[in-house]
């Protein structure tokens, strides 16, 4: 089995259990980086990926699963788990996101499979930890949004809550939990032995609360539940997204001097000693008549406009872009991290590279999210050793 192009990780082997998106993401991070990952699938193949007739999940997939073999493994069957262990036997990584338990009940815990290859790095994720009394709690990125603080945080105070937009709660344990896992792989490197890392959404969001927790602390009773487009903790202003006359646009003034060269841009130099206007302090005790002041400006232009002349005076701004646009950005395109890719499937489509760039090393070009268990015959008899008759059994057996 031909290893992964050189990098960080290279000759590393992962066996990725997972599914979904932490784990994938964990896993994925680790075959940019180099390593070798082969991702084991039930027979219909992981939830994310048979889920793809339901309108988008394809994609995903696709987006999670680049530069990694697939095989199918039949785990409740003897013969799937024996197959399994010997995999495990020449591994360096193996990762799951099951509920707490499933493993066990496989008799292909971390206990055992450690006892099998000590030097093996064990990385487990779930919604609350093996732990702790929601250890059998169900979890999902909705349902952790929701335990976590993320929709009572999220949103207008008039307004019900609502779920942040994008999955926080599965990509932040997917970033925990490869470091994590990694960190163990350097302890290794010192001691010779493996261990078991265990990350759980639930922890892996807490800090993103900070400005939130950090007016609790602060405000008490009285901290307000939402706070909109404004600053969580509402301490900077402007912080918030204003209108203009195609859009939206944010604009963070974190900082006197910020502010400042916001009121030379909109010709408004003479409210620079305005004593509602002049310190931190000022602004957000007047938050209501800094938002009015800059809406009526930019209402009068649009987006692009606004954003080009704050950010030329070096004002934290941005437009406020649709994803159709995001997904063209020309700043990531030129730095290799969105890359156009023939996928067999899906036809021509963007794809993210991994966020982390080790320079003096390529970017690894982008291999598509193979097919359900296309890899088996390079894994289990290339890798492993097993005969196209004993492949043939197997697969009749219903094991691959």
Not at 245 to 269: E, K, M, T
Not at 343 to 354: A, F, K, Q, T, Y
């Amino acid at each position: 089995m031909t290893e992964q192009a050189a990098g960080p990780l290279s000759g590393i082997t992962v066996i990725d259990l997972s599914h979904v998106y932490n784990g994938p993401y964990a896993t994925f991070l680790m075959a940019m980086a180099g390593a070798t990952v082969i991702k084991v699938e039930p027979h219909g193949g992981e939830h994310l990926r048979s889920r793809g007739d339901m309108g988008g999940a394809a994609l995903p997939f696709a987006m999670l699963n680049s530069n990694k073999r697939c095989v199918t493994l039949n785990l409740k069957a003897d013969n799937g788990r024996v197959l399994l262990r010997e995999m495990v036997a020449r591994a360096d990584i193996l990762v799951e996101n099951f509920a707490p338990g499933v493993m066990d009940r496989l008799g292909l815990g971390a206990d055992a499979l450690l006892a099998l290859n000590p030097r093996l790095i064990y990385g487990s994720s779930s919604g609350y930890g093996k732990s702790g009394p929601y250890r059998d709690y169900p979890a999902m990125d909705l349902v952790m949004q929701a335990m976590c603080g993320v929709i009572s945080v999220t949103g207008y105070p008039d307004q019900p809550p609502v779920k942040a937009g994008a999955a926080l709660c599965d990509f932040s344990a997917g970033v925990h939990l490869y470091g994590a896992i990694m960190t163990a792989l350097f302890e290794r490197e010192r001691t010779g032995k493996g261990r078991v890392v265990e990350v759980t959404m639930q922890d892996s969001v807490y800090a993103s609360l900070a400005s939130n927790l950090g007016m609790l602390h602060a405000r008490g009773g009285d901290v307000p539940p939402r706070t909109g487009n404004r600053h969580g903790g509402l301490g900077i202003a402007p912080y918030n997204a204003y209108a203009t006359s195609n859009g939206f646009v944010v604009i963070n003034a974190p900082g006197d001097a910020h502010f400042r060269s916001i009121l030379d841009v909109i010709g408004r130099a003479e409210l620079k000693d305005d004593p509602r206007f002049a310190t931190r302090s000022a602004r957000v005790a007047h938050m209501q008549e800094v938002d009015a002041l800059l809406e009526a400006w930019t209402s009068q232009h649009t987006k692009e406009d606004v954003a080009d002349r704050l950010l030329a005076a070096s004002v934290p701004c941005a437009p406020v872009r649709e994803l159709s646009d995001v997904v063209l950005d020309r700043n990531m395109h030129e730095r290799g991290s969105l890359q156009w890719v023939d996928h067999p499937d899906l036809g021509r489509v963007v794809l993210p590279h991994s966020p982390m760039v080790f320079e003096g090393t390529p970017r690894a070009p982008l291999q598509a999210s193979a097919r359900l268990g296309a890899d088996n015959a390079a894994v289990f008899g290339d890798w492993l050793g097993h005969t196209a008759a004993e492949l043939t059994a197997l697969a009749a057996d219903g094991v691959i």
